[in-house]
T-cell receptor, first 111, second 112 residues
Protein backbone atom coordinates (compact mmCIF):
# COMPACT_ATOMS: atom_id res chain seq x y z
CA UNK A 1 0.00 0.00 0.00
CA UNK A 2 1.78 3.09 -1.28
CA UNK A 3 0.61 5.83 1.07
CA UNK A 4 2.77 8.47 -0.59
CA UNK A 5 2.97 8.56 -4.37
CA UNK A 6 5.18 10.46 -6.73
CA UNK A 7 3.74 9.59 -10.11
CA UNK A 8 6.42 11.26 -12.21
CA UNK A 9 9.65 9.29 -12.03
CA UNK A 10 11.51 12.01 -13.90
CA UNK A 11 11.25 15.67 -14.88
CA UNK A 12 13.42 17.89 -17.07
CA UNK A 13 13.34 21.66 -16.73
CA UNK A 14 15.27 24.45 -18.41
CA UNK A 15 17.63 26.40 -16.18
CA UNK A 16 15.98 29.54 -14.83
CA UNK A 17 12.47 28.17 -15.21
CA UNK A 18 10.17 26.85 -12.49
CA UNK A 19 10.38 23.20 -11.44
CA UNK A 20 7.21 21.71 -9.99
CA UNK A 21 7.39 18.34 -8.29
CA UNK A 22 4.17 16.66 -7.25
CA UNK A 23 3.21 14.24 -4.53
CA UNK A 24 -0.09 12.59 -3.59
CA UNK A 25 -0.90 10.84 -0.34
CA UNK A 26 -3.68 8.63 0.95
CA UNK A 27 -3.14 8.72 4.71
CA UNK A 28 -5.15 11.62 6.11
CA UNK A 29 -3.45 11.14 9.48
CA UNK A 30 -0.19 12.65 8.26
CA UNK A 31 0.46 15.82 10.25
CA UNK A 32 3.72 16.86 8.61
CA UNK A 33 5.12 16.61 5.13
CA UNK A 34 8.75 16.90 4.17
CA UNK A 35 10.79 17.12 1.01
CA UNK A 36 14.24 15.61 0.75
CA UNK A 37 16.80 15.92 -2.01
CA UNK A 38 19.23 13.15 -2.84
CA UNK A 39 22.40 13.14 -4.90
CA UNK A 40 23.91 9.83 -6.08
CA UNK A 41 26.06 8.09 -3.45
CA UNK A 42 24.81 10.43 -0.71
CA UNK A 43 22.04 10.22 1.84
CA UNK A 44 18.93 12.38 1.43
CA UNK A 45 19.17 15.91 2.76
CA UNK A 46 16.24 17.77 4.24
CA UNK A 47 14.89 20.61 2.11
CA UNK A 48 11.63 21.96 3.46
CA UNK A 49 8.62 20.85 5.46
CA UNK A 50 5.02 21.87 5.94
CA UNK A 51 2.58 21.27 8.73
CA UNK A 52 -0.82 19.89 7.81
CA UNK A 53 -2.44 23.00 9.28
CA UNK A 54 -0.77 25.22 6.68
CA UNK A 55 -1.18 25.44 2.94
CA UNK A 56 2.12 27.05 2.01
CA UNK A 57 5.67 27.26 3.29
CA UNK A 58 8.46 29.16 1.61
CA UNK A 59 12.22 29.03 2.05
CA UNK A 60 14.28 30.93 -0.48
CA UNK A 61 13.82 29.39 -3.90
CA UNK A 62 11.76 26.54 -2.49
CA UNK A 63 8.02 26.68 -1.80
CA UNK A 64 5.84 23.79 -0.77
CA UNK A 65 2.08 23.90 -1.27
CA UNK A 66 -0.37 21.61 0.49
CA UNK A 67 -3.92 20.94 -0.70
CA UNK A 68 -5.46 18.81 2.03
CA UNK A 69 -8.80 18.32 0.31
CA UNK A 70 -7.02 16.87 -2.71
CA UNK A 71 -4.38 15.10 -0.57
CA UNK A 72 -1.76 16.66 -2.77
CA UNK A 73 1.43 18.59 -2.19
CA UNK A 74 3.89 20.15 -4.55
CA UNK A 75 7.37 21.57 -4.38
CA UNK A 76 8.17 24.62 -6.50
CA UNK A 77 11.75 25.58 -7.23
CA UNK A 78 12.22 29.04 -8.74
CA UNK A 79 14.48 29.72 -10.51
CA UNK A 80 15.83 26.25 -11.22
CA UNK A 81 19.61 25.89 -11.15
CA UNK A 82 21.90 23.11 -12.42
CA UNK A 83 22.76 22.16 -8.82
CA UNK A 84 19.10 21.31 -8.28
CA UNK A 85 19.50 18.21 -10.45
CA UNK A 86 18.87 15.34 -8.03
CA UNK A 87 16.21 12.90 -6.90
CA UNK A 88 13.50 14.49 -4.78
CA UNK A 89 11.50 12.52 -2.24
CA UNK A 90 8.38 13.68 -0.48
CA UNK A 91 7.51 12.09 2.85
CA UNK A 92 4.58 12.08 5.23
CA UNK A 93 4.95 12.00 8.99
CA UNK A 94 2.37 10.82 11.50
CA UNK A 95 2.69 11.31 15.21
CA UNK A 96 6.32 12.35 14.90
CA UNK A 97 7.30 8.76 14.25
CA UNK A 98 8.32 7.04 11.08
CA UNK A 99 8.46 8.81 7.77
CA UNK A 100 6.66 7.31 4.80
CA UNK A 101 8.44 8.20 1.59
CA UNK A 102 7.35 8.39 -2.01
CA UNK A 103 9.38 6.64 -4.70
CA UNK A 104 11.12 9.82 -5.79
CA UNK A 105 11.27 12.07 -8.86
CA UNK A 106 14.53 12.58 -10.72
CA UNK A 107 14.84 16.25 -11.62
CA UNK A 108 17.23 17.24 -14.39
CA UNK A 109 17.96 20.91 -14.98
CA UNK A 110 19.00 21.60 -18.55
CA UNK A 111 21.56 24.42 -18.90
CA UNK B 1 28.74 18.92 14.46
CA UNK B 2 29.73 15.80 12.60
CA UNK B 3 26.98 14.26 10.51
CA UNK B 4 25.55 10.76 10.56
CA UNK B 5 28.18 8.20 9.64
CA UNK B 6 27.67 4.72 8.31
CA UNK B 7 30.12 1.88 7.91
CA UNK B 8 30.99 0.20 5.71
CA UNK B 9 30.06 2.26 2.65
CA UNK B 10 30.10 -0.72 0.31
CA UNK B 11 29.65 -4.42 0.94
CA UNK B 12 29.45 -7.50 -1.23
CA UNK B 13 28.03 -10.71 0.18
CA UNK B 14 26.68 -13.98 -1.17
CA UNK B 15 23.27 -15.51 -0.69
CA UNK B 16 22.78 -17.16 2.68
CA UNK B 17 25.38 -15.07 4.46
CA UNK B 18 24.60 -12.52 7.12
CA UNK B 19 25.67 -8.90 7.37
CA UNK B 20 25.92 -6.21 10.04
CA UNK B 21 25.78 -2.52 9.20
CA UNK B 22 26.71 0.25 11.59
CA UNK B 23 25.41 3.76 12.11
CA UNK B 24 26.69 6.55 14.33
CA UNK B 25 24.13 9.31 14.78
CA UNK B 26 24.75 13.01 15.17
CA UNK B 27 26.01 13.75 18.67
CA UNK B 28 23.08 14.25 21.02
CA UNK B 29 20.57 12.51 18.76
CA UNK B 30 18.83 9.63 20.49
CA UNK B 31 16.60 8.39 17.69
CA UNK B 32 18.02 6.28 14.88
CA UNK B 33 15.94 4.98 11.98
CA UNK B 34 16.91 2.61 9.20
CA UNK B 35 15.62 2.66 5.63
CA UNK B 36 16.10 0.49 2.58
CA UNK B 37 16.29 2.18 -0.80
CA UNK B 38 15.74 0.22 -4.01
CA UNK B 39 15.08 1.62 -7.49
CA UNK B 40 11.49 0.43 -7.70
CA UNK B 41 10.37 0.92 -4.11
CA UNK B 42 12.00 4.16 -3.09
CA UNK B 43 12.80 4.58 0.58
CA UNK B 44 11.16 2.03 2.83
CA UNK B 45 11.19 2.25 6.60
CA UNK B 46 12.79 -0.67 8.44
CA UNK B 47 12.77 0.30 12.11
CA UNK B 48 13.46 3.07 14.59
CA UNK B 49 15.35 2.91 17.86
CA UNK B 50 15.15 5.41 20.66
CA UNK B 51 17.10 5.06 23.91
CA UNK B 52 18.05 1.47 23.07
CA UNK B 53 14.42 0.42 22.48
CA UNK B 54 12.78 -0.37 19.18
CA UNK B 55 10.01 2.19 18.93
CA UNK B 56 8.69 1.51 15.46
CA UNK B 57 8.93 -1.23 12.89
CA UNK B 58 8.20 -1.43 9.17
CA UNK B 59 6.96 -4.37 7.13
CA UNK B 60 10.12 -6.38 6.73
CA UNK B 61 10.72 -10.06 7.55
CA UNK B 62 12.34 -11.13 10.79
CA UNK B 63 15.67 -11.61 8.98
CA UNK B 64 16.09 -7.87 9.41
CA UNK B 65 16.92 -6.88 12.96
CA UNK B 66 18.62 -4.06 14.74
CA UNK B 67 19.79 -2.76 18.03
CA UNK B 68 20.93 0.45 19.64
CA UNK B 69 23.66 0.91 22.18
CA UNK B 70 23.80 3.24 25.16
CA UNK B 71 25.84 5.76 23.15
CA UNK B 72 23.00 5.81 20.55
CA UNK B 73 25.07 4.03 17.91
CA UNK B 74 22.97 1.50 16.07
CA UNK B 75 23.56 -1.68 14.14
CA UNK B 76 21.37 -3.41 11.62
CA UNK B 77 21.69 -7.12 10.91
CA UNK B 78 20.35 -9.08 7.97
CA UNK B 79 20.57 -12.85 8.16
CA UNK B 80 20.26 -15.43 5.39
CA UNK B 81 20.79 -12.85 2.68
CA UNK B 82 18.71 -13.00 -0.48
CA UNK B 83 19.41 -11.44 -3.88
CA UNK B 84 16.52 -9.04 -3.30
CA UNK B 85 18.28 -7.59 -0.25
CA UNK B 86 20.67 -5.77 -2.56
CA UNK B 87 19.97 -2.13 -1.83
CA UNK B 88 21.22 1.09 -0.32
CA UNK B 89 20.66 1.01 3.44
CA UNK B 90 20.27 4.43 4.98
CA UNK B 91 20.39 5.42 8.58
CA UNK B 92 18.90 8.65 9.88
CA UNK B 93 19.02 10.31 13.26
CA UNK B 94 16.96 12.96 14.92
CA UNK B 95 17.03 14.75 18.24
CA UNK B 96 14.15 13.77 20.46
CA UNK B 97 10.85 15.14 19.19
CA UNK B 98 12.23 16.97 16.17
CA UNK B 99 10.47 16.13 12.95
CA UNK B 100 13.61 16.47 10.84
CA UNK B 101 15.74 13.43 10.25
CA UNK B 102 19.31 13.73 9.08
CA UNK B 103 20.56 10.95 6.88
CA UNK B 104 23.92 9.28 6.58
CA UNK B 105 25.51 8.49 3.21
CA UNK B 106 24.27 4.90 3.24
CA UNK B 107 25.77 1.45 2.88
CA UNK B 108 25.50 -0.08 -0.57
CA UNK B 109 24.93 -3.83 -0.11
CA UNK B 110 25.25 -6.15 -3.08
CA UNK B 111 24.17 -9.77 -2.68
CA UNK B 112 25.54 -12.18 -5.29
Amino acid sequence: DQQVKQNSPSLSVQEGRISILNCDYTNSMFDYFLWYKKYPAEGPTFLISISSIKDKNEDGRFTVFLNKSAKHLSLHIVPSQPGDSAVYFCAGNFGNEKLTFGTGTRLTIIP
Amino acid sequence: KAGVTQTPRYLIKTRGQQVTLSCSPISGHRSVSWYQQTPGQGLQFLFEYFSETQRNKGNFPGRFSGRQFSNSRSEMNVSTLELGDSALYLCASKAGESDTQYFGPGTRLTVL
